[in-house]
DNA sequence: TGTACATCAGTGAACGCGCGTTCACTGATGTAC
DNA sequence: TGTACATCAGTGAACGCGCGTTCACTGATGTAC
């Protein structure tokens, strides 16, 4: 363990906070490779500069680091929807406005989009069901933005789940999609564009779909 | 390696073939628990009952019997396409006979579905290549098969390609949350009924979106 | 048909290595007086 | 302020275990004559 460059010395609960952070870090980065359930406690522990059993001062397992990545990838995530919803939310460029956040975020947090993106459907168990509870808590957000719109007046909360739903399916699918995606210019313009006329088609067929109900 | 029950006695590519499938079986019903970067070729020897060395007669490594079940599994995908496709494109039902046809298939073929949506975002390099590639291969056979009905006449292949890709990921996301579903049937006929309501939208706003070009 | 040889799926011992977890410990930081 | 004691993040040795891979092998099946 380093210490820190400069002047006062830290505190106990600092230094531990330190290393906290070091092995959070060092679990994003090395799970990345393949996956949480191929990391083990030894490679974390080497990465961070600490004996293996140190880890446990920090984590009961790494079943348990994962939930706790799992909550931290979603503050990057909430962040991106806070930035979503700020600004008026007229539908002529609300679709653009959006894309154009999910792909800052994405790269500005990338590790964390992947982090979630790989763990959803090969974490832990428990990693997996923190990850799919937030999601859905992100559904459930978005409809109530969506409940705002004065052109959703008329909807029952089930079609604005549903809408809810196949929006954010989409956007996990661009999220992926760029991630995977070769580092061109080219490739993630043309990511991005299906991406716009997409949630377009989608947000088109909800308002003639439901004003035929 | 148990002999076959009855009568005439095994050629040796025959017994071969048997160990492979074996081999194929095992890996599948093992790395369901985790994913395939965390299924050891000891575990899978020994779910087959053979010697652990004994493995490298039918694969060089778990990465390539990964690249095998991807193979495989898209094997059992294309047989839903295929039933998917049968019978006519009539608009007012398409949808409900798809989604149907989805789910008995998920429900057949589980383990094949698993494998992909698991592997396809958390599996080793070659193995997640191999399933973007069979995606990008059923996505592009929609687009034909989209391509023939009269509705999209004059639509661009770009066009196609976009709504195309958009039901592929729906699909794929409806897949997913039937396999994570409790086992009640309640769950799943919500899970069906939400992926027709949004299969519908999707269609009705490409057809939308399209008429205004 | 019988014989001699080739093939090759599966065996079994052995290797060095990284794994998670236990345990008793050290020594700097924190606290009570 | 100084002293005596408590706390606790991190250490280091040790454990038994499963790992991938090597190697020389066995013995049934297949083939050439």
Not at 104 to 110: A, G, L, M, N, T
Not at 159 to 187: F, G, H, K, W, Y
């Amino acid at each position: 363990m380093h210490r820190p460059t400069a002047g006062r010395p830290e505190s106990r609960g600092e230094r531990k906070e330190r290393t906290r952070r070091a092995i959070l870090d060092a679990a994003l980065e090395l799970s990345g490779e393949t996956s949480l359930v191929a990391l083990s406690l030894r490679q974390v522990a080497k990465e961070v500069g600490i004996v293996p059993t140190a880890f446990y001062r920090h984590f009961d397992s790494i079943e348990a680091l994962g939930v706790a990545l799992v909550d931290e990838s979603f503050v990057s995530l909430r962040a991106m929807l806070r930035d979503i919803r700020r600004g008026d939310p007229a539908f002529s460029d609300v679709v653009d406005r959006s894309i154009t956040i999910l792909v800052e975020h994405v790269h500005r947090q990338r590790s964390h989009f992947l982090f979630i993106a790989r763990e959803r459907a090969a974490g832990p168990p428990a990693v997996r069901d923190a990850i799919h509870h937030e999601i859905e808590l992100c559904e459930r957000e978005l409809a109530t933005d969506l409940a705002r719109l004065p052109a959703t007046d008329p909807w029952s909360a089930e079609d604005l789940r549903i809408l809810s739903n196949l929006i954010v399916m989409a956007m996990v699918a661009t999220a992926e999609a760029i991630m995977t995606a070769p580092p061109r210019p080219d490739a993630e313009k043309a990511i991005i564009e299906t991406a716009r006329a997409q949630l377009r088609m989608v947000l088109i067929g909800a308002l003639n779909w439901q004003s035929r109900t």
